[in-house]
């Protein structure tokens, strides 16, 4: 049972232009969503979260956008770097219990110049 | 501030036989976590300790597969019997105490287990 699915398992995009990853779930418990990235043989570190509470958190290039209607979330990128090649995953949390992280697939983003 | 430190880097092992793996958090942390993650997917969670108390391990199979944290610091994942469906990476990752522990998680760079 994935509850936490990332449908696309790559994507190209070329430098400067916007990069769009997508992620839907289907637990509607979970009320807090965040963003890791992971380069080859590294571990994966913290990007970027947003809560239920809000529709959008944005970080400098990094904006992630919430649909609870749609149970659906995306992690904008732009402009694209070089440096931003890498795998991103999605991951999804109950704060309500013993704050548990439920990961994605995970999509490989490709920057190419 | 060094970071959490998993040894070893890589392993290879015949099915049936046993393994053990070795993660020190960052200094301070009192949560631990253990995922695996096998090649094309997310992490999943196999254990999560509250210093040296467990928290969750719903998703470990205990049958073949262990883990502790005396003193609630260093940790030790085992598995014994290994295998072949237990190959994967095995990640080690701590965060320091707080409502949104694992937005804090750091992780290890984990430990590549090949079960032939």
């Known amino acids: 049972d994935q509850q936490v699915k990332q449908n696309s398992p790559s994507l190209s995009v070329q430098e400067g232009r916007i990069s769009i990853l997508n992620c839907d779930y289907t637990?509607?418990?979970?009320?807090?969503f965040l963003w890791y990235k992971k380069y080859p043989a590294e571990g994966p570190t913290f990007l970027i979260s947003?809560?239920?509470?809000?529709d959008k958190n944005e970080d400098g290039r990094f904006t992630v956008f919430l649909n609870k209607s749609a149970k659906h979330l995306s992690l904008h990128i732009v402009p694209s770097q070089p440096g931003d090649s890498a795998v991103y995953f999605c991951a999804a949390q109950n704060t309500g219990t013993a704050s548990k992280l439920t990961f994605g697939t995970g999509t490989r983003l490709q920057v190419t110049l | 501030e060094a970071g959490v430190a998993q040894s070893p880097r890589y392993k290879i092992i015949e099915k049936r036989q046993s393994v053990a793996f070795w993660c020190n958090p960052i200094?301070?942390?009192?949560?631990l976590y253990w995922y695996q993650q096998i090649l094309g997917q997310g992490p999943k969670l196999l254990i999560q300790f509250q210093n040296n108390g467990v928290v969750d391990d719903s998703q470990l199979p205990k049958d073949r597969f262990s883990a502790e944290r005396l003193k609630g610091v260093d940790s030790t994942l085992k598995i014994q019997p290994a295998k072949l469906e237990d190959s994967a990476v095995y990640l080690c990752?701590?965060?320091?105490?707080?409502?949104?522990?694992?937005?804090?998680?750091?992780f290890g760079q984990g430990t590549r287990l090949t079960v032939v």
């Open positions: 200094s301070g942390h009192a949560t």
């Open positions: 947003i809560s239920s509470i809000k």
């Open positions: 637990n509607s418990m979970f009320d807090y």
């Open positions: 990752a701590s965060s320091p105490p707080g409502p949104y522990s694992s937005t804090e998680a750091f």
